[in-house]
């Protein structure tokens, strides 16, 4: 047993060894801004319900620099809904630039998808960017997002993105996640391959490939909508191409109970997807398996280097992440062994359910195992 927690343990190093070349790689990728090249953009903003920050959120996606033609389209299922008159808000500041559909499109499983195909969501831009109510940018977003479409090999366009939490001890784990946890397994994972996936806090596709693939009603038969968007472009010939620009997700759990359930969805979702590679993902958390091989080996001429190359190559890693992804509050070292432990509960929880909660709504993630109820 001791010598499997060992194999383990060095096996995760090696994989934080990995994590911090590709991480390093993207902090000193130049950032790409459009001069010449300009489409036209469509940004479909789902909507459903109040979420901190969300005024300035969806005001970010308006205040663009940008010197073509550009729309916001606001999104939302009901007129009822709380955050309608944040949205008309929104459209009131930039009425040239904001339209609000109402509604939704019956029979689409997925519902952000079914929130925006429908009548009056029709997009106009030569670029159509799908990015979620809770993500933030700067004025240069749609700059670097024309950049990615210089070549017209790319058929879609995706972005990285920090968290944005708030001063709770929750929240900051949640953050931690993904700029230390996902963040990197996505880099690592393009080091063996093209990307064929998109990641949801921005989803940027030409709409004349969007129309080839079906539209929007072809990424509504699954909750991954990101994904199933990056194999379709990459089924039909075209690149996805991963943007250096990064984005800004607000992380809003309060209880460790909803951090448990939103992560939870992520695990189950992921395993869904991509069950071998999903298996092994527990190889990403080097440290807790360091500190197990050194409580019950007894080796401590082994045990102690083994750790004390763990802990630094797991410090590296939160630094490199925070500086590829101007992650700017004050740094969290002390939260790492409890973050990369609940991390690792996570991943074993995912394996005995497929059942995941959305906005209220149950989900079957189709995960290749015995079904059990996502706790919360």
């Not at 005001?59 to 009901?78: K, M, P, T, W």
């Not at 079906?214 to 038969?221: D, I, N, R, S, Y």
């Not at 607000?250 to 109970?257: G, N």
Request: proline share 5%; net charge neutral.
């Amino acid at each position: 047993m001791t010598t499997a927690i060992l194999v383990v343990a060095l096996a995760g190093a090696t994989y934080l060894v990995l994590a911090n070349v590709r991480v390093a790689a993207f902090l000193l990728r130049p950032a790409e801004y459009a001069s010449e090249f300009l489409p036209s953009f469509s940004i479909l903003k789902p909507i459903a319900g109040l979420e901190p920050q969300l005024y300035e959120n969806l005001r970010s996606a308006c205040d663009q620099n940008y010197g073509a033609f550009f729309e916001v389209i606001l999104c939302l299922h009901d007129e009822t809904d709380a955050a309608m008159s944040v949205a008309q808000r929104i459209a009131d500041e930039f009425p040239s630039i904001v339209r609000i559909a109402v509604g939704t499109t019956p029979g689409i499983k997925n519902p952000k998808i079914a929130n925006l195909a429908k009548a009056g969501a029709e997009p106009r831009g030569e670029i159509v960017v799908i990015a979620d109510s809770d993500i933030g940018v700067d004025r240069r977003y749609l700059q670097a997002l024309a950049a990615s479409f210089g070549s017209e090999r790319t058929g879609s366009a995706t972005c990285l993105y920090r968290g944005a939490p708030s001063r709770t001890i929750v929240s900051r784990l949640g953050a931690m996640q993904i700029e230390e946890g996902f963040i990197p397994s996505v880099l690592v994972a393009l080091a063996l391959g093209k990307l064929r996936f998109c990641l949801g806090a921005t989803m940027a596709v030409r709409r004349s490939v969007l129309e080839q693939i079906g539209g929007l009603p072809a990424l509504g038969e699954t909750i991954a909508d990101d994904h199933k968007l990056g194999q379709l472009v990459s089924s039909h010939g075209r690149e996805i191409e991963l943007s250096r620009y990064v984005v800004q997700t607000a992380v809003p759990e309060a209880t460790i109970r909803a951090l448990l359930s939103h992560e939870l969805r992520w695990a189950r979702t992921n395993f869904a997807l991509a069950p071998a590679g999903y298996a092994f993902s527990f190889l990403m958390y080097a440290l807790p398996f360091a500190l197990l091989y050194l409580a019950v080996s007894e080796n401590l001429g082994v045990g102690l280097p083994l750790l004390a190359a763990v802990l630094v190559l797991r410090l590296l890693l939160h630094f490199l992440a925070r500086a590829a992804l101007n992650v700017t509050r004050p740094a969290d070292v002390w939260l790492i062994p409890l973050r990369d432990c609940m991390s690792l509960a996570v991943w074993f929880i995912s394996l005995f359910g497929k059942r995941v909660t959305w906005r209220g709504a149950s989900f079957d993630t189709g995960a290749p195992r015995p079904g059990q109820d996502e706790i919360g």
